[in-house]
């Protein structure tokens, strides 16, 4: 029993119809009734009735469809996993910690396999503690994180730093403010990103070092949000200084929060790394893609 085969059955069974199968899977319709005639011969069960309104799955056809899609991707993973170990002497794998990516060009990183045609680049998010770990335990090459918690065995460089605004809209009484410290967000209504960005952790650790919990009314996934809910007025938002367009766009001011946290990106990678991977040449590259506020 083939892979595509199974895959070949279960687009049958979702579309009901083998002319629809077929243009979706680019098989003639002849081909793929002979082939779901095939599967249906190795074992030994009709999985459909040809009916006039299409093919009907039969309680075997449906029974079939049931576990055939779990073991369709598991053969998926486990291809792609082969391949991945074929292919792993020319891969090079970078992982972003959560909202670090918004800081570059992303056509850089999208073409850095022309910059560098010897590896095929593949590229993941996930919080800050996951990259940082993916990154000890070997499983990425090169990663970008937020702040200095890294472990020794780590190599790093410093590639950004900034600092939290408080994102305020007109009438508010920060408006007009050159600067607000931390223990004045006591109370306030505060948008931010969630908790799978370093600074959602970072607002909270600092927040109760003045001795309080802060307000947080709304948490999102995308820093536009953030941004829009202040315009309406449903609080005052909470963003590292790397988005002055959005608020620029929308009128609002970006007033600094004294005393809070810094926003420090470094690039890290395993020494051995080093040894196959150019890493001056891509510091030196995704110095060149940060982009410019």
Known sequence: METKHIRYFCTVYEQKSINKAAK???????????????????????LFLRTKQGMVPTETGTYF?????????????????????????????????????????????????KEFPDF????????????????????????????DQ???????????????????YEGHPFYEREQICVNELKDEPLITLNEKFHTYHELIRRCHDFGFSPNIIARTMESPLIYRFVKEKHGIGVDVDIHSSYADSLGLRRVPIAEAFSWDIQMIYKKEKAEEYPMDALCSCFRNALKQE
């Open 65 to 113: 469809y049931k576990y055939s899609r779990g073991i369709f991707y598991k053969l998926e993973e486990l291809e792609y996993g082969i391949r991945r170990i074929q292919d792993r002497e020319k891969e090079m794998r970078i992982g972003f910690s959560c909202g670090t990516l918004n800081l570059f060009d992303f056509r850089v990183v999208r073409d850095l396999s």
């Open 150 to 168: 890294i472990p020794e065995e780590l190599e790093r460089v410093q590639m950004y730093s900034a600092s939290p605004r408080a994102i305020v």
């Open 120 to 147: 095929r680049v593949q590229w993941e998010e996930d919080n800050n503690q996951g990259i940082i770990g993916k990154a000890e335990k070997g499983e990425l090459d090169l990663a970008f994180v937020i702040g």
């Open 24 to 46: 979706l899977l680019y098989i003639s319709p002849q081909g793929l009734s002979k082939i779901i005639g095939q599967l249906e011969a190795e074992l030994n069960a009709e």
